[in-house]
Nanobody, 115 residues
Framework: VQLVESGGGLVQPGGSLRLSCLASGFTFGRYSMSWYRQAPGKERESVASISTLGSTRDYTDSVKDRFSISRDNAKRTVYLQMNSLKPEDTAVYYC?????????WGQGTQVTVSS
C-alpha cells in the first residue's frame, strides 16, 4: 500500500489549495479514504472522510463550508479542496486508509497559510 500526497504549499489567508493523494497497492474503490492534519505541537486530527462511492462525506467542524473532499476511483486519487484558508489551517496534511484493521498513511504535504 502506498499513499502519495501532493499539492501543498504556501498560501495567503483567504486563498485556496487542492491536495491530491494518489493510492496504489490496494483496490482503491473498495475503501473509504480520509484526510488528517497535524499542526506543530498538536496531535494529528481528522479533517474529512469520504465513502467508497463518495455518497457520504464528513468534515470536522472547523473546516465545514470551506473544505471539500472528493475522489476519482478511476484515477485512484482522493482530493481535498481547501478554500478560505486561515492561518490555523497550517499543518502537515496526511492521507489515510484503513484496510483489514491496519492503518496506512502517506508521507504528508505541508500547508502553510501566512501573509
Amino acid at each position: 500500500v502506498q499513499l502519495v500526497e501532493s499539492g501543498g504549499g504556501l498560501v495567503q489567508p483567504g486563498g485556496s489549495l487542492r491536495l491530491s493523494c494518489l493510492a496504489s497497492g490496494f483496490t482503491f474503490g473498495r475503501y473509504s479514504m480520509s484526510w488528517y492534519r497535524q499542526a506543530p505541537g498538536k496531535e494529528r486530527e481528522s479533517v474529512a472522510s469520504i465513502s467508497t462511492l463518495g455518497s457520504t462525506r464528513d468534515y470536522t467542524d472547523s473546516v465545514k463550508d470551506r473544505f471539500s473532499i472528493s475522489r476519482d476511483n478511476a484515477k485512484r486519487t482522493v482530493y481535498l479542496q481547501m478554500n478560505s484558508l486561515k492561518p490555523e489551517d497550517t499543518a502537515v496534511y496526511y492521507c489515510r486508509v484503513d484496510i483489514q484493521s491496519r492503518t496506512y498513511w502517506g508521507q504528508g504535504t505541508q500547508v502553510t497559510v501566512s501573509s
